[in-house]
C-alpha cells in the first residue's frame, strides 16, 4: 500500500447572486516536504460534485502516480484513488463519462501513453497503453457522439521528411480499443506541428488547434486549425499569424455555428511580450474577427474557453496572476478577475449554478477553488485560503496493467506552407495482437527496465534466438547463445518501446519491452 498524506486546506461561503444560491470554495491540499504535486485538471460531475485529478510524486518510492479526488459541492472530499505502473505516470487529463464512471489519459514516462477507464468510485474498469511514437503527451480528451473517446496531443516522430514535434489524434470506442489514429507533420524537417484542443462539432467532425511551424525563421509558429471527418480524414487545415508564435491552445463550436478559438502571441518585435488572442471563424476556418488581449506588464497566457449557458465566452489563463475574462460575441470584455496567490490555473468549467470550478496550483500544492458568475469567491470579492486542523490518507495504490493495445497509424498529413495537405504513407512495425505472448508462456523481468532483463521460459518450452527492434523497426540486438536466464544488457538503449522477437519452439512471438 502507498499512503499520501495531505493536509487539507479550505474556506467556503454560500451566497446568491441575482436571486440564484451559488457555492463559492478553495480547496488547496499539501503534501510535506517529500511531495510534489503536478497542475490538475477539475471537472464538476452528474450529481454536481467535482472530480480532481493530478499527478503526485513521492521521493521515498521515487514514482510519480496518477491522483484522483472526487470532492463535494461545499469541497469536501468524498474519496481519493492512486495509480500506475510503479515509475513516472503524469495524468494529463481526466473527464466524466456518460455512464458517471471516468475516462483518465496520461504517459507512462512520457514514452507510452495510457488511457484508464474507472466506474464511478474511481476503480480501474480497463486501461490501454498505446504504442505512439516518443514522448507522447495527450493535450485534449473527450467522449464523443457515438459513446467512444478520442485524444489529441503531440509526439517524437519521423513523418516522411518531418522528425520532431507531430500531432496524434486516436478515436477509440467506448472499451478503449483504438478504431484509427492519424499523426499530421509539419512537412519539412525541422519543422513541427503540435495539438492542444479538440472538439466534435455539430456535424460529426473534428475540429483541432494548436500550432505549427511552417518555415522556421522571424515568423516561426503559426497558429493551426485542422478539420478531420469521422473517420479521421482530413478536410481542410488553415493556419494563422500575427506575432512570433502563435498557438491556439483551446476552440469552441458556438451555438451562432461559428467557430471561436483561443491563443497565445508574441510579438515579433518584443519577442518576451506574451498576449492572448481570441479569432472567430465560419465552419470552413476563414476568418470573422480577432482581438488580442494584454495586462500590465505584457505577460498574459490564455490557456482554456468556455462557452457559457447564456452564450457569453469566458477564458481562463495564467501570466503575472491567474485570471477568469468574460467576453461578447464581438470580443469585447465584460469582467475580468485575477487571482494572484492560486498558483497557474490549468483547467476551468462552467458550472450548473453559472459559478465556475478552477483546477490550480503551484509550488507543494493543488488548488480546487469554486467561484460565483462574475469569478468571486468570497462576498467581499477577495479571497484567503484558511488551514483547518485535521488530515486525511489516500486509500491503497492501484496498479494500471501496461500493455493492452498498441495504436497503429491510419494514415497521416504533412502540412505546407499554404496550409494544404497531402496523404503519405507511415510505415510502422507489423505487430498483431496475436504476437503478444501472455504470462502463462514466457516472462521478461523486470520490465521495465533500466539496465538489463533475463527471459523465463514456462512449460519446458526451448528458445533458439532474439530480436530486439526499437519502434521503427530497427535492428537493435540479436543473440542466439544460452538465453534462457541470460542477463540481457540494455543500459546503452535510448529510454522508450522496444519489442522482443523470441524464437520458440520454431515459433515467433514479441513481448514489448519499457526502457526507462
Known sequence: MRNY?????????????????????EKAFVGDLDFIYYYPVVEQTFDSCFILG???????????????IKIDSLGDTLWTQSFGVGYDDFLFNVIQSSDSGFIL????GFNCMMVAKTDQTGIIVWNKCLLIGESDKCYSLLETSDGGYIIAGETNRLIGPSWGDNIFVVKMDSNGDTLWTKLIGAGSSGNEARARSIIEDSDGNFI???????????????LLLVKLNSGGDTIWTKNYGQGMYDIGTSVIEK???????????????????????????DLSGDSIWSRTYSNFDNNMQGLQLSEMQNGKNVVSGSGSSSFLMNVDDQGDTLFTQTYSYIGRVNSFQGTADNGFILGCGGQGFIACIKTDSVGNVCSSGESSITSLPFMTSIPEYHELHVFSTEASISSNTLLTSKGCYFSDSCNTLNITDQQIIESDVVEIYPNPTCLNFRINLKNQLQITSIAVFDVYGNLVLSDTKNLEGKLIDVSSFESGIYFIELNVNANIFVIKLIKV
Not at 10 to 15: G, K
Not at 255 to 281: A, E, R, V, W, Y
Open 5 to 25: 498524506f495531505l493536509i487539507i486546506l479550505a474556506i467556503f461561503i454560500l451566497q446568491s447572486t441575482n436571486g440564484i444560491a451559488q457555492s463559492t470554495f
Open 54 to 68: 493530478t499527478s503526485l510524486y513521492n521521493f521515498s518510492t521515487q514514482s510519480l502516480d496518477w491522483f484522483l
Open 105 to 108: 489519459v496520461g504517459s507512462v
Open 208 to 222: 483541432l488547434t494548436g500550432s505549427v511551424t511552417i518555415n522556421p525563421g522571424p515568423d516561426d509558429e503559426n
Open 255 to 281: 451555438s451562432d455555428s461559428t467557430l471561436l478559438i483561443l491563443g497565445n502571441t508574441i510579438n515579433i518585435d518584443t519577442i518576451s511580450d506574451t498576449k492572448t488572442f481570441l479569432l472567430k471563424t
